[in-house]
């Protein structure tokens, strides 16, 4: 079985590695994934790994966390997995979500590793995180970027 990561109030060269496999592993599965990256929290002092999917409408949450165990159960025992209490599945219309696409658009396949920290984008303060993947979700009524 995989090794869960411990995640920390700095990310980590093993969160960015493990996220950025997560999102491969999904992407091979099939998943749509609009909008993948590590976000920081400072009022928990902590790191969440963000999933945004157009699918959210359609499957709901428990479904991509479905999605995301499957993906995690594949991995061998030498691997790090990221545990779902550190992973926030999000609506593509979420503020911070949208605003993110809007200060960065990678493309729908692309996995980048993009650092963002200590912006304002639309009003909202984004202390810091880690963009893999930020594209406009297909969903109804998402504001234009």
């Not at 984008?121 to 406009?136: A, E, H, K, Q, W």
Request: include cysteine.
């Amino acid at each position: 079985m995989a090794k869960e990561i411990w995640v920390r109030n700095h990310l980590t060269e093993e969160m960015e590695d493990s996220g950025q496999a997560l999102l491969q592993r999904l992407d091979a599965q099939g998943l749509s994934v609009s909008s993948f990256y590590w976000l920081f929290d400072r009022e928990s002092d902590s790191w969440k790994l963000c999933l945004v999917s157009p699918a959210h409408e359609e499957l709901g949450p428990r479904e991509l966390y479905a999605q995301i165990l499957r993906a995690n159960s594949s991995l061998g025992e030498r691997e790090s997995v990221i545990s779902l209490h550190d992973i926030a599945v999000v609506h593509p219309k979420d503020r911070i979500a949208v605003a993110l696409h809007r200060m960065i658009d990678t493309g729908d396949k692309t996995v980048a590793r993009i650092r963002a920290s200590q912006n304002y984008v639309d009003g909202m303060y984004v202390d810091d995180c880690l963009i893999y993947r930020s594209s406009p979700p297909a969903t109804p009524g998402l504001a234009p970027s």
